[in-house]
């Protein structure tokens, strides 16, 4: 099974905008409304952002949301502080009782 | 506040098993619908998901590693366990123990614990 494919890096400034793609198949993320993000500081435990395509959990900021198109799906981050600059990856449930994740986007906030 | 919390060596030789363990407070490793698991980060890689295991026993491994990997459950002490043998210096990684949630996110995640294969 191939990782989920992501772009190494993304940027913007602070108060814009950023996506973030998460390409897989139709039988990962095509197939299954079971996407989730995470956030990753260096040093600590990952944060999930985003779950089952585009539900936030409690206590993360409405400036995340999530999305998918067919066998992409994505995470916006509006509104862009400096905190925000982090790894995320994506994550989707893949079939048979198996998770898969994306390579990793390295976030910069310029 | 549910904690997760791993332990173990942070060196193993090749060849050898490397054995972690994830102590849950605050919470049961009994509780309905939730699975436990470990997730690793290789040096300069991404994320890679290991297996789960759900408080009756049953178990999940990813088809990479399902040779070598073996995910037991203790409910008496609210732990779970991971034991991977034969390791080689690819298994250099942190490793994370999780919960996954009733919406199959990982919405838990234990502070991480480095592994490292050498001689």
């Known amino acids: 099974q191939s990782a989920l494919t992501q772009p190494p890096s993304a940027s913007a400034s602070p108060g814009q905008s950023v996506t973030i793609s998460c390409t897989g198949t139709s039988g990962d993320v095509g197939g299954y409304n079971y996407v989730s993000w995470y956030q990753h500081h260096p040093g600590k435990a990952p944060k999930v952002m985003i779950s089952e395509v585009n539900k936030r959990p409690s206590g993360v900021p409405d400036r995340f949301s999530g999305s998918k198109s067919g066998n992409t799906a994505s995470l916006t981050v509006s509104g862009l502080q400096a905190d925000d600059e982090a790894y995320y990856y994506c994550?989707?449930?893949?079939?048979?009782?198996?998770?898969?994740f994306g390579g990793g986007t390295k976030l910069t906030v310029l | 506040q549910l904690q997760l919390q791993e332990s173990g060596p942070g060196l193993v030789e090749p060849s050898e098993t490397l054995s972690l363990t994830c102590t849950v407070s605050?919470?049961?490793?009994?509780?309905?619908?939730?699975?436990w698991g470990w997730i690793r980060q290789s040096p300069g890689k991404g994320l890679e998901w290991i297996g789960s295991i759900y408080h009756t026993g049953t178990t999940y491994y990813n088809p990479s590693l399902q040779s070598r990997v073996t995910l037991s459950v203790d409910v008496s002490n609210n732990h779970f366990s991971l034991n991977l043998n034969s390791v080689t210096v690819a298994d250099t990684a942190v490793y994370y123990c999780?919960?996954?949630?009733?919406?199959?996110?990982?919405?838990?995640w234990g502070q991480g614990n480095l592994v490292t294969v050498s001689s």
């Open positions: 605050g919470g049961s490793v009994r509780s309905n619908g939730y699975f």
């Open positions: 999780v919960r996954r949630g009733r919406g199959s996110e990982f919405d838990y």
């Open positions: 994550a989707s449930y893949a079939g048979s009782n198996y998770w898969v």
